[in-house]
């Protein structure tokens, strides 16, 4: 599998994660978002993929080559063509708690604080920096906080936020605590948030996919 990434998009960080807890091999094609222009909106980038965005992933073990994208449906795929280990839960009624908590991050607090939202605050907006950071801030702090909340009431959180296996839910609440701490948000009134942390950090596949230890790394 070829994965098309940017090391600091916590899109694409997601994958890397539910790649390496499936124990999947693949090979990251470095994207910058930054470089040239945003190199994701080149011609030949955009034949993969539309959107202009990161990730996506080229699967070439099926009988017809796979282009998929969307971080969430890619990993749903991983879960269906690759079920050992699970990274969704059995029950019907748990699996929604996973995607629950995934879906809350993946749609209600990072499109409000990516890239294109921010460089427009800024370009076509005229927003400063330091009102374009605030508004980052308000929005992942007032999302982490009502996820805060759910987690220390579930009884389903244990190591990790269903149970004592990483999710999902962690492949996604991971990523958006990096890019928290990267903008300097107050994450000091969320100790369930920040123990499950740890924990996912903790764990090689959660490093090895960090922006960090990612070959484009800067």
Known sequence: MKLYSYFRSSASYRVRIALNLKGLGYEVIPVHLLKNGGEQLMPEYRQLNPDGLVPTLIDDSVDHPAVLTQSLAIMEYLEEMHPEPRLL?????D????????????????????????RYLKRELKVDEESKNAWYRHWCESG?????????????????????????????L??????????????SRMPTIMRINDACLAMDAFAKASPANQPDAE
């Open 95 to 118: 699996r929604a708690y996973v995607r629950g908590i995934a879906l809350s991050i993946a749609c209600d607090i990072h499109p409000l604080n990516n890239l294109r939202v921010l």
């Open 174 to 187: 991971i990523p958006q605590i990096a890019n928290a701490q990267r903008l300097d948000c107050d994450l």
């Open 89 to 93: 839960p059995g029950q019907a009624l």
């Open 144 to 172: 982490l906080t009502a996820l805060e909340a759910l987690l220390a009431r579930d009884p389903r959180v244990g190591q990790f936020c269903y149970g004592d296996t990483p999710s999902i839910a962690d492949c996604c």
